[in-house]
């Protein structure tokens, strides 16, 4: 028996020599892009180092994932609505004004969007 443990830690052993397949090689980065223009826009190289963008990648996705996870926890018709994305950065101010104004400058375009499509049928 003592000899079927030293085989299993050998074979674990064997399997532990190989280095594991790291995460970036398995990552699609979808948010690279927008992150270097916003990188240069705040004053950053025009082509920062990749793995600066990588590392703020996954700050950004986590952060993403933190907030779907607690809205959804708080969320009462089981999906997440607008407002319980705003009850979680109630006390940021920041962000909250931000958020904030951002939705009231997305109804403002639909609302233009709508007018314009409605004059242009007139035409």
Not at 21 to 49: H, Q, W
Not at 59 to 65: E, K, R, S
Request: hydrophobic share 35%.
């Amino acid at each position: 028996m003592a000899d079927d443990l030293a085989n299993n830690r050998t074979v674990g052993n064997e399997k532990d020599d190989k280095p594991p397949a790291t995460t970036n090689e398995k990552k699609r980065r979808v948010l690279s892009r927008e992150l270097r223009c916003m990188m240069f826009g705040f004053g950053d190289d025009i082509n920062p180092y990749s793995e600066s963008v990588d590392v703020l990648e996954d700050l950004v996705l986590q952060y993403i994932t933190d907030m779907t996870l607690k809205a959804t926890g708080i969320s009462k018709q089981g999906r997440i609505q607008v407002d319980d994305i705003l009850h979680l950065l109630r006390r940021d101010t920041r962000k909250y004004t931000r958020v904030r104004e951002l939705l009231m400058m997305n109804e403002e375009l639909k609302k233009a969007r709508k007018a314009f499509d409605s004059s242009k049928d007139y035409e």
